[in-house]
């Protein structure tokens, strides 16, 4: 079992930065590879970045690219996501995800296996 927990969101100005965090428990953590979603109202889950196992490579979603940056430190069992230059159609509820076996792709919600249970990002013109 793996649980989920993410920090960090909150009300920004367009043109601001928040940075999330993702806590996550089990003790092969290491071996994850995780993602970030995110879900606007109305909207399906959308994939935002995912890193790889071994943080070697990292894949984000191209209105991302350039603004937002996943990393991870798997001493401590985290993962961010660095959000700058936001927009207000970057407003969504974000959430961690852990890929605990290899699925062959990143980008698709089905592909991970746990989420947490997500924290809004809300971003004002």
């Known amino acids: 079992q793996v649980q989920l927990v993410e920090s960090g969101g909150g009300l920004v100005q367009a043109g601001g930065s928040l940075r999330l965090s993702c806590a996550a428990s089990?003790?092969?953590?290491?071996?994850?590879?995780m993602g970030w979603f995110r879900q606007a109202p109305g909207n399906e889950r959308r994939f935002v970045a995912a890193i790889a196992w071994d943080g070697g490579r990292t894949y984000y979603t191209g209105s991302v690219k350039g603004r937002f940056a996943i990393s991870r430190d798997s001493a401590k069992s985290m993962v961010y996501l660095q959000m700058n230059s936001l927009n207000p159609e970057d407003t969504a509820v974000y959430y961690c995800?852990?890929?605990?076996?290899?699925?062959?792709?990143?980008?698709?919600?089905?592909?991970?296996?746990?989420w947490g249970q997500g924290t809004q990002v809300t971003v004002s013109s």
């Open positions: 089990g003790r092969t953590f290491r071996t994850y590879a």
């Open positions: 995800a852990a890929q605990v076996d290899a699925r062959g792709t990143y980008y698709s919600a089905g592909a991970y296996n746990y």
